[in-house]
């Protein structure tokens, strides 16, 4: 088992920064995937960033290239989620995920259904 617990959330006005932390414990191998999804309600959970935790290996989604960055610190076992330039529609709760296989392309990695483990997520709300 793997365990995922975020923090960082919180509230900031558009243009603004916030830096998410996922600290993970339990069965974690240097080659786990780990992506950042999130989810406003009524719609469906949105890939936001993934990163192959072996290799400096990073994927994101369209609509926050140039403006978040994940990155991960071996030694703490956590990824980081750093969002500059905030926008009101990047308001949603994040939440952190996890794989054991290793393997998989990037589409199949920036899939929700293809990660069985995830935190409870935390809320950021961006205000205009």
């Known amino acids: 088992q793997v365990q995922l617990v975020e923090s960082g959330g919180g509230l900031v006005q558009a243009g603004g920064s916030l830096r998410l932390s996922c600290a993970a414990s339990?069965?974690?191998?240097?080659?786990?995937?780990m992506a950042w999804f999130r989810q406003t309600p009524g719609k469906e959970r949105e890939f936001v960033a993934a990163?192959?935790?072996?290799?400096?290996?990073?994927y994101y989604a369209d609509s926050v290239k140039g403006r978040f960055t994940i990155s991960k610190d071996n030694a703490k076992t956590t990824v980081y989620l750093q969002m500059n330039s905030l926008k009101p529609e990047d308001t949603a709760v994040y939440y952190c995920?996890?794989?054991?296989?290793?393997?998989?392309?990037?589409?199949?990695?920036?899939?929700?259904?293809?990660?069985?483990?995830w935190g409870q997520g935390t809320q950021v709300t961006v205000s205009s």
């Open positions: 990163i192959r935790w072996g290799e400096i290996s990073t």
């Open positions: 339990g069965r974690t191998f240097n080659n786990f995937p």
């Open positions: 995920a996890s794989r054991s296989n290793p393997f998989g392309s990037w589409s199949t990695l920036s899939s929700s259904d293809k990660y069985p483990y």
